[in-house]
């Protein structure tokens, strides 16, 4: 079930109707195959929503569903082959575009037989799947479905973003109560060595609310030099665990050292200090006992707070006090229920009580069910009537799935549209309890295609406004530490619903333990392994249909040539931190290939078949501190949306990328104000940016070698630009000059950003005076701009 059918039929129809009167069709002769194909696809578009809703109680719709997902899948791969064969034949014989069909009059002999050949190619498998389909729709299964006409997604509800509008963490009374009496045990025990406490729930008690409101107190804050908080998860890895908590306290450590390694540096960090630590989620006390017992009986005192679903394992832990979170009551799940929904009480909420507190009884008292179906009700007509739909709901009632899982959860995710419902799903390529940070996400959801074209709107916006959604309906939990709730989790109950309903199409976990069968279904795999080296189950390319593969790895990973040959299909590629040696010149046949993530690896270059790569729309190259070019080939990737530069050491880049239209998201644009007669360059000139009228996000390094070669603002015709960050290198061999002084302050008189803006970082400025617009009344009235200036001199912000 990981992909919803509904969405990629669609998506099938929508490219198939877009394609057939592309020029790279035209030449390529295949629009009657492609129309058949198009047809069959939109008849079964109309029953797909029918049998979507029959699928989790009828195990014959369900086969049917898996059976089409592959086909379509298929559908979704000849699409981006037909349109590569094309454009080669359109590139290498453009006056053929215009004929409706490729006969051979006039092209040599080679030139025909390679015309015919990649037609062939196409064609025959397009045919194949032709057949496919009709053999599906044949089925006696298809003859019961109910046909609809398929509609859009429903619009999504625009949640503000900012921390203070956002829903707040609402809790009962007897969480308040429990935190002030544990706060106080910690801070009258605080004289101890070591100070233990537990809480013991089953999950989605509330156990982890309880100690972020312990952890967050401010008698806490003001009693302790240190405080961390890490995630233990059912199955952990060793050396995250201590590179986690020595990350917290900021003490460097490299990938691959050992566990004794790590554990010293912990002991010298809390060596004589106190500290606050928080370990949540702890299955087994091992962690504990094995791991960090020793190194922090080192610190001179210090409490310890775990959060378990096991008694035991306070018990094996040998905690000093223990706190039982139980069940809440109806009255304090009532309350929780109609406060989680943004509603104020009133005469009418009187009239819902009473189903209001059977919903309650149906979350089983839990307060994670209880918050997740109450943003399902917010989105109702607030009536008896539609809260009894509700409880009447199939969801409830299901017995095929996990206990756990069962009414709430599984409610709160089949009541989301479509469109946010494959997003939910895609979570589950995170490891349990993993940040996921909102950019990385929604980059990958953009590159799956998830996005729906709003028209005038930006996918990257379209996107932000899905991933606050979730947040918004309980179903990702928002990290409190980042204004902006850039940053999330998943709880782990909410994450194994995603699991389960993805389990036959994505991998958590070492690839060395599945077999051939299995891996051949899969479509999303996320490697986490503590190995330096993954052995994949020996198979056939063709075998391999993985679409993400992405990385999570405790060591560094080695990713050998080879890997690039046997994975064809994939869209999302995410090698960040692995030992990648070379990127050989193979990857250029990844046509399918729309997000390429080399962050923190050592590559040194890139081939230039890189610019085969068409549908690539995002290249993230950041902390690849080896690379120090760029191949010109990247003026070709013409859907490129993202390029990631910052902390890469690049001095040699193509002249050229101001062509790239869709390019919106600049990090680590190295400027450069010298000739631009030369097909590489030692930076980009500010001309470049002329074009890039969909620019979102910039970020501009080395903005003391641009040249001031016209007072025309660079900026101000960019309506979609919100984040600027300017940065200048600081000199340090020699002074500045007058010339130095006036040339960076006529560069940043040219650099005026639209009003939309909404984020400014000016970094490292040295001119003598600050731009005119920086407090201009005019440019900026008051839109709550963040706007930070870190001084030269001071290396401090300033916020305006």
């Known amino acids: 079930m990981a992909t919803i059918l509904d969405s990629l039929v669609g998506s099938c129809a929508n490219k198939l109707k877009e394609i057939i009167t592309e020029e790279v069709i035209l030449i390529l002769g295949i629009q009657e195959e492609l129309a058949e194909l198009q047809r069959k696809t939109e008849l079964i578009h109309c029953c797909i929503s029918d049998a979507e809703a029959r699928r989790m109680e009828e195990s014959a719709v369900d086969n049917w569903l898996g059976q089409l997902r592959e086909v379509l899948y298929d559908v979704d791969d000849i699409i981006d082959l037909a349109r590569f064969k094309g454009s080669i034949l359109l590139t290498d014989h453009p006056s053929s575009s215009s004929r409706k069909s490729i006969a051979c009059t006039g092209l040599s002999i080679s030139t025909c037989f390679s015309n015919v050949q990649a037609r062939h190619e196409v064609a025959v498998k397009i045919r194949s799947l032709n057949r496919k389909i009709e053999n599906i729709s044949k089925d006696r299964v298809f003859l019961t479905l109910k046909g609809t006409v398929p509609t859009g997604s429903s619009s999504v509800l625009r949640v503000r973003k900012s921390s203070h509008l956002l829903e707040p963490n609402i809790v009962g009374k007897e969480i308040i109560h429990a935190c002030r009496k544990m706060v106080d045990l910690v801070l009258e025990h605080k004289g101890r060595k070591l100070y233990k406490l537990a809480i013991v729930g089953t999950g989605g008690v509330g156990k982890t609310t309880l100690a972020q409101k312990i952890y967050n107190d401010r008698k806490i804050k003001g009693s302790f030099n240190k405080k961390a908080w890490v995630c233990v998860s059912k199955v952990y890895s060793e050396a995250s665990l201590l590179g986690e908590l020595l990350r917290i306290m900021e003490v460097h450590h490299d990938q691959d050292e050992s566990i004794g390694e790590l554990q010293s540096k912990l002991e010298i960090a809390i060596k004589e200090t106190s500290f606050f630590l928080v370990l949540d989620d702890m299955w087994q006390s091992d962690a504990w006992t094995n791991l960090l017992r020793i190194p922090l009986h080192a610190a001179e005192m210090g409490a310890i707070l775990i959060t378990t679903r096991n008694n035991i394992v306070a018990l094996e832990i040998g905690v000093d006090h223990t706190y039982r979170v139980d069940l809440m009551s109806t009255d304090v799940g009532w309350e929780l229920l109609w406060k989680s929904m943004n509603i104020s009480e009133s005469i009418e909420l009187q009239t819902l009580q009473d189903v209001g507190i059977e919903i309650v009884r149906k979350c089983g008292c839990l307060p994670l069910a209880i918050k997740v179906i109450a943003r399902v009700l917010a989105s109702k007509e607030q009536t008896e009537n539609e809260w009894k739909k509700i409880l009447s709901k199939n969801a409830w009632f299901m017995s095929n799935l996990p206990n756990d899982l069962r009414g709430a959860l599984y409610l709160s995710y089949d009541e989301l549209p479509r469109h946010l419902k494959q997003c939910f799903l895609y979570c589950s390529v995170y490891p349990e309890d993993a940040n996921i940070y909102r950019d990385d996400l929604t980059r990958m959801w953009i590159a799956k295609g998830f996005i729906e074209d709003h028209g005038g709107q930006l996918l990257e916006e379209t996107a932000d406004e899905y991933y606050y959604e979730l947040i918004h309906r309980n179903l990702l939990q928002p990290d409190g530490l980042y204004y902006d709730h850039s940053s999330c989790k998943m709880h782990d109950l909410l994450r194994q619903l995603a699991c389960y309903l993805s389990r036959e199409e994505c991998f958590v976990g070492n690839p060395e333990s599945l077999v051939g069968n299995t891996v051949s279904k899969l479509r999303r795999v996320s490697v986490v392994t503590d190995k330096n080296m993954v052995m994949l189950p020996s198979m056939d390319e063709v075998q391999y249909k993985v679409r993400t593969w992405k990385t999570s790895y405790e060591k560094t990973l080695r990713v050998d040539n080879s890997f690039f040959k046997r994975f064809p299909y994939l869209r999302v590629l995410d090698l960040t931190d692995s030992f990648v040696p070379s990127i050989p010149g193979c990857i250029g046949n990844l046509i399918h290939l729309r997000l390429l993530d080399l962050d923190g690896t050592n590559v040194s270059c890139l081939p230039e078949s890189i610019g085969n790569l068409k549908n690539l729309q995002i290249l993230n190259l950041e902390r690849c501190v080896a690379l120090h070019s760029l191949p010109s080939a990247i003026t070709q990737l013409c859907n490129l949306r993202r390029l990631g530069l910052n902390y890469s050491p690049i001095y040699q880049v193509p002249k050229g990328t101001g062509k790239l ?87 940043f008189e040219q650099l005026i950003p639209p009003c939309n803006l909404e984020d400014l970082a000016i970094v490292k400025f040295f001119g003598r005076q600050y731009p005119f617009w920086i407090d201009s009344t005019l440019c900026y009235p008051d839109t709550g701009i963040r706007t930070r200036i870190r001084d030269t001199a001071t290396r401090g912000y300033g916020i305006f």
């Open 661 to 747: 239209e869709f390019l919106n998201d600049v990090e680590g644009f190295p400027v450069y104000g010298g000739s631009s007669n030369t097909k590489m360059q030692d930076g980009w000139n500010l001309e470049e940016l002329a074009y890039l009228y969909q620019l979102r996000r910039l970020h501009m390094i080395k903005l003391e070698r641009a040249a001031y070669r016209t007072t025309y603002p660079l900026l101000t015709d960019k309506g979609f630009l919100k984040f600027l960050y300017l940065w200048c290198t600081e000199r340090t061999d020699e002074p500045y000059t007058e010339k130095d002084f006036s040339n960076i302050e006529k560069i």
